[in-house]
């Protein structure tokens, strides 16, 4: 994919002929969801789970809000945010999905009947660091 950065198109470039037969002949990108806080909140581990119709992904690291601290992870935060696709880009809903007991996540994938992401954990290595299965 590039981007024309004078007229701001997008357009796809194939580097195998094979790439045709995922996108079609005349593929066209819609932006589903937007961060209009200016944080990284699109960032990792795009996972489409067909079963809901949604997307998972991950932030980058970004700051705590205003008034919380956490030493264990420099003050900062990894969200996984959950958009629920919908036929009508009106009606795109995101939400914060970040499960308890995940801390600092990264990457992740479909796995069995629902999401495997590593968590990076914190200077304290509690809970660790490893691969944690999400349902």
Known sequence: M???SKSG????V????????????FPSIVLLKED?????TF??????????KSVFVTSNQIPLPNGQTDDLTSNKRIV??????????????????TPQD????????NYKSGLLFCAQGNKSNFPPSG?????
């Open 102 to 109: 995940l801390v600092m996540p990264n990457g992740g994938i």
């Open 131 to 135: 691969l944690v299965a999400s349902s």
């Open 36 to 40: 209009v806080d200016g944080l990284a």
């Open 9 to 12: 198109a997008v357009s796809f």
């Open 2 to 4: 590039t981007k024309n």
């Open 80 to 97: 996984v945010t959950r958009v629920y696709d919908h036929d009508d880009l009106t009606k795109v809903v995101s939400v914060d999905a």
């Open 43 to 52: 960032h990792e581990a795009c996972i489409y789970h067909a079963a809901t």
């Open 14 to 25: 194939s580097l195998h002929s094979s790439f045709q037969s995922i996108v079609g002949s």
